[in-house]
């Protein structure tokens, strides 16, 4: 049912949004690399008030095994607002959960209730069917329905990869968004400027790529997506694609900047095949075209052959594989993950063609293994992989898991499973908030969604 | 009392943020330029005014064929099945995207004024002045009510729109913005049960 008044949670500016009330619960996406046990959401305690700050509150297992669960999001959020066309009377109230690997798509109601509970499953072959998509990754609330990014083909193909379209009122797969594709073949991560009608969409691989682990001879071969693509979002067609060099592999997560009236957005690179680098790159439209510029460049660090997996220790050198970052609401800080050597890192982006290296932190890591702070005596596997930032910019969330298979890889003792807290004014840990180890059940903790909303979230039509 | 109730009716359809001033002020957002939201507001309002004329010529045509009696309750069971499936479907309009040329402007807001059912609301007017005069009176009145109607529309969408885009600001529209389409399709019931009940 609708309301009189629009969803709280709906903003009109990301200035708006960056003054509302911290988080009391954050949402986590946790799997079972063995997929004998149910995927499951976790609910966490973020409210420092509360007697249970930092621990697990509310769990809701999945109604299957083997989904492999990594990114969600939600069923709305402030883009309904946007005059064009307006449902600003819709709630803010369902989890909108792909299995990654089983292409079901779970929805799950939030409302009134801590631990979530299933309402709705797509199964894959209504996605097949429908939009001739598997392994849903991404999903981005949009003006007109649910955008949801998919790796794979359907029955069994390859590719292409896309976009679905999810009606958001009832669930059901509307079709394929894509009406001219031009080149575009590999999918991962989308986002838009949605005041100009322009969406984004980077480049992962396909199902057999990247399923069964990391291929090095794909890798070394330069297979593996180096390109942006930028689509008319209203036309629904392919504009231009923007290659960063077949050496820098992988561009994933996507940030375009929240102010609608600039056009610009980072994202990162897991990884340079020359020197196993990572880096962060800038995009921007100019000359009438779009065009990016790596601005952020992180050298791999040395480590002896016995601190490294079967597959580095040909090179001797940890790379930093930055595989999410996350760009504050007020379009002011980005932090970056290191997956590889352990680190979360704080760049001033205020002018972003000039990120300025605020901060860092470090936990866990290949071969340093650093502990955190409330437990400084626990060696840590895995590193921070994904990073959520609260509305008010002062709060970022990390967990530990990048994606089994390729966990197996780089972590061959397993990541182990926690999740970390970082105050930003400060850029230290929160040491009364790490939810670890047995607090997950077993389950590997993935993507963070916030309570009410987080930066990766919402896009807004008013600047 | 006629007259009242189409200038109500084009004022309450200016104050509703679904059916253009919400989109004229994005749109000098969009470009920080109040010229850009005074050049929107016309065209929003000559959407809105073919979605209502529309409705008036329909009903003057076929008042012509039919008799007073048929159209009123022709048209008092449409409003109350358009009220109902307003108050009971879930969906809500859609048009993609937000770069608009003002032409394109004006055939947003004539589908989203016809979506939401501004012309039929005018129906009970309508169908009274069918009533009253011979089939020409009919299609000039009609077309004099949509006009006034639409003019008092313009005015309060011009007079919300100005001061939320110079000085509110946007925020106000989250306590603001009341679930206008719910009460809309209550309204539009109550304006079918009324021609109903005038037969």
Not at chain 1, 329 to 343: H, K, M, N
Not at chain 2, 131 to 153: D, I, N
């Amino acid at each position: 049912m609708t309301r009189w008044t629009p969803d709280p949670t709906f903003y009109p500016s990301p200035s708006d949004a960056a003054g509302a009330p911290a988080e009391k619960l954050a949402y986590v996406a946790a799997f079972d690399r063995a997929a004998s046990r149910p995927d499951a959401l976790a609910v966490i305690d973020t409210d420092p008030s509360s007697p249970a700050y930092g621990t697990v509150v509310g769990w809701t297992d999945l109604p299957g095994t083997g989904d492999e669960l990594h990114h969600f999001g939600w069923n709305a959020c402030s883009s309904a607002l946007c005059p064009n066309a307006p449902h600003p009377h819709v709630e803010r109230r369902y989890l909108v959960v792909p299995g990654l690997r089983s292409s079901r798509i779970h929805i799950y109601d939030t409302k009134d209730r801590i631990s979530p509970e299933l309402v709705k499953v797509i199964e894959p072959e209504e996605l097949a069917r429908r939009a001739g998509y598997s392994r849903p990754h991404t999903v981005h609330c949009g003006p007109e329905g649910l955008y949801v990014s998919a790796l794979g083909g359907a029955d069994g193909r390859e590719g292409p990869g896309g976009i679905a379209v999810l009606d958001h009122t009832s669930f059901e797969v509307v079709g394929q968004w894509e009406l001219d594709r031009g080149p575009q073949y590999l999918a991962y991560d989308f986002w838009w400027h949605i005041n100009q009608d322009v969406l984004i969409s980077s480049e992962w691989g396909t199902p057999s790529m990247i399923e069964d682990g990391l291929v090095g001879e794909l890798l070394l071969g330069r297979k593996y997506g180096h390109k942006l693509h930028f689509w008319d979002l209203r036309k629904r067609t392919h504009v231009q694609e923007v290659d960063l060099g077949d050496e820098h592999q992988m561009p994933l997560e996507l940030r375009p900047a929240h102010d609608p009236t600039r056009l610009y957005g980072f994202v990162g690179v897991v990884t340079s095949v020359e020197d196993l680098s990572a880096s962060v790159w800038l995009w921007f439209h100019e000359d009438g075209r779009w065009q990016a510029r790596k601005v952020i460049s992180i050298p791999a660090e040395p480590a002896a052959a016995d601190l490294l997996p079967p597959i580095l220790q040909p090179f001797g050198a940890v790379p930093p594989l930055v595989t999410d970052l996350a760009l504050s609401v007020d379009d002011q800080r980005l932090y970056v993950s290191c997956w590889g050597t352990g680190e979360l890192k704080q760049f001033d982006v205020s002018d972003p063609y000039r990120p300025v290296e605020l901060g860092s932190v470090r936990v866990g890591g290949i071969a340093r293994r650093s502990p955190h702070p409330a437990e400084p005596g626990l060696a840590l596997r895995g590193g921070p992989q994904m990073v959520e930032v609260s509305r008010d910019g002062r709060r970022v969330y990390v967990t530990n898991s990048l994606y089994g298979a390729w966990d197996d890889q780089f972590y061959p003792d397993g990541v182990g499973a926690w999740m970390a807290k970082i105050d930003t004014d400060s850029f230290t840990f929160d040491t009364r908030f790490f939810p670890h180890g047995d607090a997950f059940r077993g389950l590997r903790p993935h993507q963070v969604r916030l309570q009410g909303g987080d930066a990766s979230s919402d896009s807004y039509c008013y600047p | 009392m006629t007259l009242a109730t189409v200038l109500l009716l084009g004022a309450f359809h200016g104050l509703n943020p679904a059916m253009g001033w919400l989109f004229a002020v994005a749109r000098g957002l969009q470009e920080r330029s109040m010229d850009r939201l005074l050049q929107s507001i016309p065209m929003i309002a000559l959407g809105h005014l073919a979605s209502v004329a529309l409705v008036a010529l329909v009903v003057a045509a076929t008042g012509s064929l039919v008799t007073g009696t048929v159209l009123s309750v022709g048209g008092g069971v449409v409003l109350v099945g358009f009220g109902l499936w307003r108050l009971l479907s879930r969906r809500h309009f859609r048009w993609v995207g937000m770069r608009l040329s003002l032409w394109q402007l004006a055939g947003w807001s004539f589908l989203m004024s016809s979506a939401h059912g501004a012309g039929l609301m005018l129906l009970p007017v309508f169908t009274g002045l069918h009533a009253e005069g011979h089939p020409g009176h009919a299609v000039s009145g009609g077309l004099g009510v949509a006009a006034l109607h639409t003019l008092a529309m313009f005015g309060v969408a011009l007079a919300v729109a100005v001061p939320v885009y110079r000085v509110a600001g946007l925020a106000v529209l989250r306590r603001a913005w009341f679930n206008v389409d719910r009460m809309w399709a209550v309204a539009l019931v109550a304006a079918g049960a009324i021609t109903l009940a005038q037969v």
